[in-house]
């Protein structure tokens, strides 16, 4: 009889945890996350916020804040480009007057917006962040790609300079935070906080804790595949997995 009921009390409390982990990753995934002070806390001081109840604005001119052959050789910050690689047809950079919107409590949308051309998220230094796409909507070929520098990153014809991939000014092999998506879910590196690759949904991204929010989030990574073989890896394909706001310039 005691053993019946030892065996009642067990099965109770593992009943109770699996719902209290279910909720947990419900809470995390459907709105219940407020990004507000994570967001005011990260991006440098290059980029100006302003918050409301339900929105969070942010203003940046998109020039990068580190070395890049882009800069034009007698800058500073100038480097040259990776051995074999070399400047596109746009050869230089300059400000633009950037604003992104993204909600204060993401969640998943009821319909899933295919990504497009031009900014889909602004990194932590307010460079804006783009997908796997290049002009005409077609995707990164190895040509194109020898016009990164070495943060994965080129200006279009506008001399917006912006982010495809990893690089070694934003995340390489690692967990750091990269920015935040329109849809207002964080990008992370290839790697989770416990430094293993995680398994990802058909959005390029998973619920659970990161080291910015411990109790977890929905939250997108770089791609773990190195893309055309050429040691880049995208940051972001596919669909949102929230409904996004805007960004204009």
Request: charged share 20%; proline share 4%.
């Given at each position: ?5 030892i ?11 699996k ?13 219940a996350?407020d ?11 290059g980029v ?23 800069w ?9 480009f990776?051995?074999?690689f ?31 051309l ?6 932590l ?13 077609v ?6 790609i ?6 994965g ?7 917006d300079y912006?982010?495809?991939t990893?690089g ?81 310039n």
């Amino acid at each position: 009889m005691v053993k019946i009921v030892i065996s009642l009390v067990i099965l109770f409390q593992m009943g109770c945890s699996k719902t209290e982990d279910t909720a947990s990753d419900d809470i995390a995934a459907t709105g219940a996350v407020d990004i507000t002070s994570v967001v005011l806390n990260k991006y440098f001081n290059g980029v100006t916020m302003a918050t409301t109840a339900s929105s969070i604005v942010l203003k940046s001119n998109g020039l990068p804040d580190h070395k890049t052959p882009y800069w034009g050789e007698g800058n500073a910050l100038y480097e040259d480009f990776p051995e074999g690689f070399h400047a596109n047809v746009n050869t230089s950079m300059s400000e633009h007057d950037y604003t992104m919107t993204i909600t204060t409590r993401p969640s998943e949308a009821t319909s899933h917006e295919e990504t497009t051309l031009g900014a889909i998220g602004m990194a932590l230094n307010g460079v804006p962040i783009y997908n796997d796409r290049e002009g005409g909507n077609v995707a990164l070929d190895a040509l194109t790609i020898t016009t990164f520098d070495y943060s994965g990153a080129h200006p279009g014809p506008g001399e917006d300079y912006h982010y495809h991939t990893t690089g070694k000014y934003t995340s390489t092999d690692d967990a750091k935070l990269i920015g935040f998506l329109r849809d207002g879910f964080p990008l992370y590196g290839r790697r989770d906080q416990d430094n293993t690759y995680p398994e990802l949904d058909t959005y390029g991204g998973h619920v659970g804790a990161t080291a910015d929010f411990p109790d977890g989030i929905y939250h997108y990574h770089a791609s773990n595949i190195n893309y055309l073989n050429t040691g880049y890896y995208i940051l972001k394909a596919g669909s949102y997995y929230g409904a996004k706001g805007s960004f204009t310039n």
